[in-house]
């Protein structure tokens, strides 16, 4: 049996295998890391200290793949709200009428919603629409973490961290000082340490 023939039916893209081991930076995570992994996984799971709808604008190119299913699902374990406001959204996504209109939503609508990259309410709002509707059809599970300790109720859960899983079970992990944000993403000096299957 030749070494060809032990190959993995399925290998990663180009372009996740050439990954790098660390990413630091100013807006590099996002570019050149995030995007990459989203592109060509089937299910994303983090964890992070600061969740907010803003979070989506990091996701936007890997929005129709989700809404396609050809994403599973993205899985996000947060200690706090960086907008109280998402609260409205989240609830509104678990209430059944509500989430009934929202599975009615067209799709293009959603897509729409998200990316607005501006500040403004407007744009807010529209975001925090498509978390709604991201959660109410099961495309965005959102976990709710509480520390409790003994001490300073100002003690943070402020660990981030991150799998991709790929087909055959082939995964990329990361950890690091960003949150899922967009700031994170494209805009702060972060860094990461990523880990290959």
Known sequence: MSNEDMQPEFSLPEEIRNLKRKYRGRGVLGRTFIRACLEHCVR????????????????????????RGELELI?????????????????????????????EEKIQEVLDFAIFVEDSDKA???????????????????????????GDSRDLM????????????????????????????????ERTKVYKS
């Open 44 to 67: 994303y799971q983090r964890i992070t200290c600061y969740f907010s709808s803003k979070g989506l604008l990091e996701w936007t190119e890997t929005l129709p793949r989700l809404i």
């Open 75 to 103: 899985q996000v374990v947060f200690y706090q709200l960086n907008d109280p406001n998402d609260l409205e959204a989240i609830k509104q996504s678990h209430d059944p009428e509500a989430a009934r209109r929202l599975r």
């Open 124 to 150: 807010t709002t529209q975001r925090q629409k498509a978390l709604a509707w991201l959660i109410a059809n099961e495309k965005l599970e959102l976990r709710y973490v509480t520390v409790t300790t003994e």
């Open 158 to 189: 402020h660990e981030k961290l991150g799998v991709f899983h790929f087909k055959e079970g082939l995964q990329v992990a990361f950890e690091g000082s960003a949150n899922e944000s967009y700031r994170a993403g494209y805009k702060n000096w």
